[in-house]
């Protein structure tokens, strides 16, 4: 049997990582976030999130970079959680999940965040809400013309959840039930030979 991973993506704040996280730990998948290699991008060039965005629209080689470790776990033979706004595009076999949020309910939960790395600090929910729905814009605007597709289309994806008012257990439980529900399905096909 071909392996399914898991690629999350969606509105930041909306718990992307901290719920790819427990999947890891609930499935034994391994985890890989294109997250973690942009905001280590931004650290090294003396630039926040949003400004690293910015910087990527002249700049192909970053996304490149990004891209091409995304690509490179197709030939993986573990399965992996993965939390990158792209992966959905790249990995050929995954059960795709977006999340959504409200925009306030976000903002809080970056706020609160103290792990967070290169992240402008804007200490007003309201003026933070603004940042992350305009560092969501210049990425689907970037993602668009680069190869052509819409991460804010939410027909690309086999699963998509509202994470504003539950908590981590709770959406992940959801996600690991949908996801032996589609692995079933997607099991339950033979594939007959030629003749």
């Not at 392996?3 to 034994?28: F, P, Q, V, W, Y």
């Not at 910015?54 to 939390?83: C, G, H, M, R």
């Not at 965040?113 to 814009?137: F, G, H, M, T």
């Not at 994470?163 to 257990?169: A, D, I, K, R, Y």
Request: glycine fraction near 4%; charged fraction near 30%; hydrophobic fraction near 35%.
């Amino acid at each position: 049997m071909t392996k399914l991973d898991i690629t999350i993506t969606g509105d930041l704040g909306s718990g992307k990582s901290s719920i790819a996280k427990a999947l890891c730990k609930m499935l034994n998948f391994k985890y890989f976030s294109t997250g973690s290699i942009q905001r280590q991008i931004g650290k090294e060039n003396g630039m926040n999130t949003l400004e690293l965005n910015y910087f990527a629209e002249d700049n192909t080689d970053i996304d490149k970079y990004i891209d091409d470790q995304v690509i490179k776990l197709n030939d993986e033979p573990d399965s992996f959680i993965l939390d990158s706004r792209m992966a959905w595009h790249f990995i050929r076999r995954s059960f795709k999940i977006y999340l959504t949020v409200d925009p306030l309910v976000a903002a809080q939960r970056v706020i609160a965040d103290n792990q967070r790395e290169c992240e402008p600090v804007i200490e007003d929910a309201y003026e933070k809400s603004l940042n992350l729905l305009e560092r969501r814009a210049a990425e689907n605007k970037r993602f668009l013309a680069v190869y052509g597709v819409d991460c804010g289309d939410l027909t690309n994806y086999d699963l998509v959840i509202d994470t504003t008012f539950s908590s981590v257990e709770e959406v992940s439980e959801l996600i690991v039930e949908r996801y032996t529900d589609f692995l079933n399905i997607q099991n339950s096909f033979i594939s007959f030979p030629d003749y």
